[in-house]
């Protein structure tokens, strides 16, 4: 089944669940994954309009939220279900592509804890903070030298010598989905150990 929706939408959140519901007649998790930035430094600040912090919230931060919204009830029903949300080390650092996106997975991190507190105990709610992660994303906006340049750098520069791929954020993601059933509330940061390079905010 593929549904073609905007997150920051919520008659396609609902329109998505609808279908889902009506192929499977079940949702046992959801993967909270859609997600938008934009590049700029932090000390460029009149490059970030109110406009874009909306539109980077309307998505990372509501879209999560009305996806969560339109499965809660079929969870609910059938007496579990499982929500990981990505976030970004971002959120817990304050660094990141910009800082509106940074503000935006603060934003998501926070309101990981308040979900997982309101949708238990039938509904586990969590989140995964990635680093850098290799792929198309990074290698369109910085083109094959700018990205094999970065990739190098951090894997220099990470404690454990590696540059995430989307595999690690799948094992992480599938870790809360399927195997964590005394687990909620938690934010997994899956970064090579980035986070350990500075001062980190305290998260909760």
Known sequence: LVCQGDVSKDEDCRRIVAETMAKWGRI?????NAGTTMLVADNNLESLSADD???????NVVGAY??????APHMKAQGRGSIVNTSSVAG?????????????KGAM???TLSLARELAPEIRVNAIAPGFITGRWWLDKLGQDGYDK???NIEKSTPLNHAGTPEDMAEAALFFLTSSANITGEILISDAGTHLSGAPLIAR
């Not at 912090?53 to 998505?59: D, M």
């Not at 817990?92 to 935006?104: E, F, L, N, R």
């Open 28 to 32: 046992d998790g959801l993967m909270n």
């Open 53 to 59: 912090f909306l539109h980077i919230y309307s998505v």
């Open 66 to 71: 009305q996806m969560t919204r339109a499965v």
């Open 92 to 104: 817990v650092m304050g660094i990141g592509s910009s800082i509106a996106y940074a503000a935006s």
């Open 109 to 111: 991190n926070t309101m």
């Open 150 to 152: 970065m990739v190098a």
